[in-house]
């Protein structure tokens, strides 16, 4: 391969190649009624596991755990989660700390 032809390759390949943005909704779709209550429960119940030693699945669960905060946080639903994530790992420290391992 010539020099000019490994020029014109390198070209076209850095021409292709967009910038991905991800940018969160504008005026959040419409969701049902319950949707922050499960999935933020599902999340709080994954990471309370995690902290009780309870690690069967561990990885696929706080895999799914994580795509639903991105949803939440897309749904500009992440503030009020973030107080109840916070609420939900206090009561857990207060747990560990005291001896009682069940939140």
């Not at 390198?10 to 499960?38: D, G």
């Not at 749904?75 to 989660?81: A, T």
């Amino acid at each position: 391969m010539s020099a000019s032809t490994h020029t014109t390759t390198s070209n076209l390949t850095k021409k292709k190649r967009k910038k991905v943005v991800i940018r969160s909704y504008k005026k959040p779709p419409l969701v049902p009624p319950e949707f922050y209550a499960t999935q933020s429960q599902f999340v709080l119940n994954a990471t309370s596991n995690v902290l009780n030693s309870n690690t069967s699945n561990a990885s696929s669960s706080l895999q799914q755990a994580h795509d639903r905060v991105v949803d939440l946080v897309q749904l500009k639903m992440g503030p009020r989660f973030y107080t109840a994530l916070c609420a939900s790992m206090k009561q857990a420290c207060v747990s560990i700390i005291n001896g009682n391992e069940d939140s």
